[in-house]
């Protein structure tokens, strides 16, 4: 059974960097349907999807974030890692990684569980 | 950019039939996913590529997709399905999600 986790600190400054890992167990991250993602819900809002990457480590971004957003990819670990920069309190939000079957356009179908990230000083 | 559009909240009277709409320019030419996120939890993808469900779900949960709108329905609705949904769409390389209903169960 696949499994992602988020793992990463819980609070950040502002104007700091964001950062947080997805470990995905229990199938490859090399696999060549999928693209992995990161997805946000800031606390009772809606989801806002972050950015994608696949494991050649092509990247698709959400236009309104790409200019912050660096998603990278470690095959050898089977893990992919988001960096937001410069954050404020409009940063605050549960994020989940998720996997993606694009290629089959199959929808989100594995997601962790979500870690909350709160951004205050 | 594109965007998505759902009403705020939908009620359906218990073992009645729940219609989630989600309302996008062309939407029909698009792939769309729905998903189910209960208080606390992780988004359950319930509907894929319009009208297809994952392993699991159940078949009281269907989909359609034409025009300007797809609709998720929510048929014998139980209190277990009282969860928010969100409906979501690939464009130009970017995933879009819709801003979420939330459905109540009478």
């Known amino acids: 059974q696949l499994q992602l986790q988020e793992s990463g600190p819980g609070l950040v400054k502002p104007s700091e960097t964001l950062s947080l890992i997805c470990t995905v167990s229990g199938g490859s991250i090399s696999s060549s349907s999928y693209y992995w993602g990161w997805i946000r819900q800031p606390p009772g809002k809606g989801l806002e999807w972050i950015g994608s990457?696949?494991?050649?480590?092509?990247?698709f971004y959400n236009p309104s974030l790409k200019s912050r957003v660096t998603i990278s990819v470690d095959t050898s670990k089977n893990q992919f890692s988001l960096k937001l920069s410069s954050v404020t309190a409009a940063d605050t939000a549960v994020y989940y990684c998720?996997?993606?079957?694009?290629?089959?356009?199959?929808?989100?179908?594995?997601w962790g569980q979500g870690t909350l990230v709160t951004v205050s000083s | 950019s594109y965007e998505l559009t759902q009403p705020l909240s939908v009620s359906v009277a218990l073992g009645q039939t729940a219609r989630i709409t989600c309302g996008g320019n062309?939407?029909?030419?698009?792939?769309v996913h729905w998903y189910q996120q209960k208080p606390g939890q992780a988004p359950v993808l319930v509907i894929y590529?319009?009208?297809n469900r994952p392993s699991g779900i159940p078949e009281r949960f269907s989909g359609s997709n034409s025009g300007n709108t797809a609709t998720l329905t929510i048929s014998r609705a139980q209190a277990g399905d009282e969860s928010d949904y969100y409906c979501?769409?690939?464009?130009?390389?970017?995933?879009?999600f819709g801003g979420g209903t939330k459905l109540t169960v009478l």
């Open positions: 990457i696949y494991y050649s480590g092509s990247t």
């Open positions: 590529r319009d009208s």
């Open positions: 062309n939407i029909g030419r698009k792939n």
């Open positions: 998720a996997r993606d079957n694009y290629y089959d356009n199959c929808g989100s179908d594995y």
């Open positions: 979501q769409v690939w464009d130009s390389s970017t995933a879009v």
